[in-house]
């Protein structure tokens, strides 16, 4: 159900809107949708009790992310509603992490634990020297982080995206021999 393949945290949450385009696929439609997010990213073991507001928060925060990344992507300054929003959300606790007997890990904590988690993420990214794109397929506007050698890594996900546009442009070519 969610897609973890944009290489930072924060732009995996920002993901969770598809092709904002064209359409607003919310994947967060419910307080029971981010609790899944938050197991499904890792930052909690167990779905926690999230309400209207703690969603809320968490759309406003994927939101913010989302324009703060794409203005970092095209060098443009960052909104300062956005920044605060961020900066707010990044204080808070961070989930409780620690180790089983059998070596795996635990993760702990409220939702609002793993709101920060997301911000400070978010703030990492966007305060480094890392490359954002968006997708290079034109009905997706996933971000993801460039680390490819030369910074030419053209879709969010090869496998999807990637495989669209490559099998589209080969049906393309082959419909007019």
């Known amino acids: 159900m969610f897609t973890f393949v944009s290489g930072n945290l924060a732009l995996d949450f920002a993901g969770t809107v598809k092709a904002r385009t064209t359409t607003f696929d919310d994947a967060l439609a419910t307080p029971a949708d981010l609790a899944d997010w938050l197991v499904a990213a890792e930052l909690l ?5 999230c309400d209207a507001t703690t969603l809320d928060r968490a759309v406003r925060l994927r939101e913010a992310a989302y324009r703060m990344a794409v203005a970092v992507s095209g060098s443009e300054p960052l909104a300062d509603a956005d920044r605060r929003l961020v900066n707010d959300c990044a204080k808070g606790e961070l989930p409780a992490i620690g180790l089983r007997p059998d070596g795996t890990i635990t993760r702990a904590g409220t939702p609002a634990a793993a709101l920060t988690a997301i911000a400070r993420s978010a703030i990492e990214l966007l ?5 954002i794109k968006e997708c290079g397929r034109p009905e997706c506007t996933r971000l993801y982080v460039d680390a490819s050698r030369g910074g030419t890594r053209r879709w969010c996900d090869m496998t999807v ?12 070519r082959h419909a007019t021999e």
């Open 161 to 172: 995206c990637g495989n669209r546009v490559k099998s589209a442009a080969f049906r393309a």
């Open 45 to 49: 073991d167990h779905a926690p009790d």
């Open 127 to 131: 305060g480094s020297s890392a490359t």
